[in-house]
């Protein structure tokens, strides 16, 4: 079982960019799927960003472009870089894994089996 701990919100001007991490323990995160949420008050968890094993990506409309997701086998991390941040970006943003990690990524909430705790962004206009 893998434990995740998210760091590197903050608060920024919109057209910032800030890079947050998610530190796993307890397992590997190359063996399973990764991805990103983040929640806004009042509005659902939605899924940004997702990487498979295999390196391949996949983005929700609304961040491509300008968010890149990546992770560090060696130092078992994830990241999600993000730029041109603008004021809709303001969430709690959450690292997420999924245990079948064989198949491709998905930004699909139901997919994932473990949570970090999160990290607030906020961007001011």
């Known amino acids: 079982q893998v434990q995740l701990g998210e760091s590197g919100g903050g608060s920024v001007q919109a057209g910032g960019s800030l890079r947050l991490s998610c530190a796993a323990s307890g397992s590997r995160i190359s063996t399973y799927r990764m991805a990103w949420f983040r929640q806004a008050p009042g509005k659902e968890r939605e899924g940004v960003a997702a990487?498979?094993?295999?390196?391949?990506?996949t983005y929700a409309d609304s961040v491509k472009g300008r968010f890149t997701i990546s992770q560090d086998n060696g130092e078992n991390t994830l990241y999600l870089q993000m730029d041109s941040l603008s004021p809709d970006d303001s969430a709690m943003y959450y690292c997420?894994?999924?245990?079948?990690?064989?198949?491709?990524?998905?930004?699909?909430?139901?997919?994932?089996?473990?949570w970090g705790q999160g990290t607030r962004v906020t961007v001011s206009s």
């Open positions: 990487i498979g094993n295999e390196g391949w990506t």
């Open positions: 997420a894994a999924s245990r079948a990690g064989w198949r491709g990524p998905t930004v699909e909430r139901l997919s994932y089996d473990f």
